[in-house]
């Protein structure tokens, strides 16, 4: 059984909407995990564009399941990593103008010193990867422990055999991250009507999913919301 970790960065990104106090990622965060959420991902952008550094702090004290940080390869971020200690760090490619991460991360040398002082701090690194078979050799080489696999491109496509050939990809991409002994994780893009497809695949340990959970989580309680303030107002 596959493990879903939630991503509650757009909690904070509404939050950020009017830098209130509105809603609380801690309190998002709690719900998740009460719903049977494995792990709470959240991005720390250096941009500070939804997840505040206090947040990482809070959510570090009050998870009960795991804390997946995903962050750029900085020293800045390492350096927080290593203080507040997630359980899991994802490296993630990250651009200031970007909406959200677009495209994997391009593994090199230069990022096994990062690997390796996060690993000597007792975190698992995870790499945010394009299901490509040289990147996966080279993760593998680096030293990391689990690889997500960028599901972004199978996404966005539409036609079905460009899907179900994107699929046989990420199968192959999942089948040799496991036979080189790393964790077999996936994400990106992910919604109500695309998971199930690579869930069947059997081989994916874990899910990384956020934007379609929260979406989803604004039309289920907006009917209780908006009655609860009818309620006051009359
Ligand atoms: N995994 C990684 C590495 C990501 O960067 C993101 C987006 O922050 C996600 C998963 C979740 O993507 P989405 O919000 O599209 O479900």
Do not use: C, W
């Not at 995903?70 to 020293?75: K, L, R």
């Not at 050939?165 to 996936?186: C, D």
């Not at 929260?214 to 009818?230: D, P, Q, W, Y």
């Amino acid at each position: 059984m596959a493990l879903l970790g939630v991503n509650i960065d757009h909690i904070a990104t509404l939050r950020e909407a009017r830098k209130g106090i509105e809603p609380e990622p801690v309190y998002a965060a709690s719900i998740a995990e009460q719903n049977g959420a494995d792990q709470i991902t959240i991005h720390l952008r250096e941009d500070r564009r939804h997840i505040q550094d206090r947040d990482l702090k809070l959510l570090r004290e009050t998870i009960q399941t795991k804390l997946n940080l995903e962050m750029a390869s900085t020293n800045e971020m390492v350096k927080i990593a290593s203080e507040i200690k997630p359980d899991t760090v994802t490296l993630v490619p990250e651009k200031r103008e970007e909406l959200t991460t677009e495209g994997g991360l391009n593994l090199s040398e230069d990022l096994r010193e990062v690997i390796s002082s996060l690993k000597k701090a007792g975190i698992e690194v995870s790499v945010f990867i394009e299901p490509d078979t040289e990147m996966i050799q080279t993760a593998k080489e680096l030293g990391v422990d689990a690889v997500e696999i960028h599901t972004g491109r199978y996404a966005n496509l539409k036609k079905e055999s460009e899907i179900l050939a994107e699929v046989e990809k990420i199968n192959k991409a999942a089948i040799l991250i496991k036979k080189l002994g790393m964790r077999v994780v996936a994400g990106h893009g992910l919604n109500y009507h695309n998971t199930q497809k690579l869930v069947d695949l059997n081989i994916i340990e874990e899910f990384n999913i956020g934007h379609s959970i929260i979406s989803r989580a604004v039309f289920s309680g907006l009917a209780e919301a908006v009655l609860t303030m009818k309620l006051i107002v009359e």
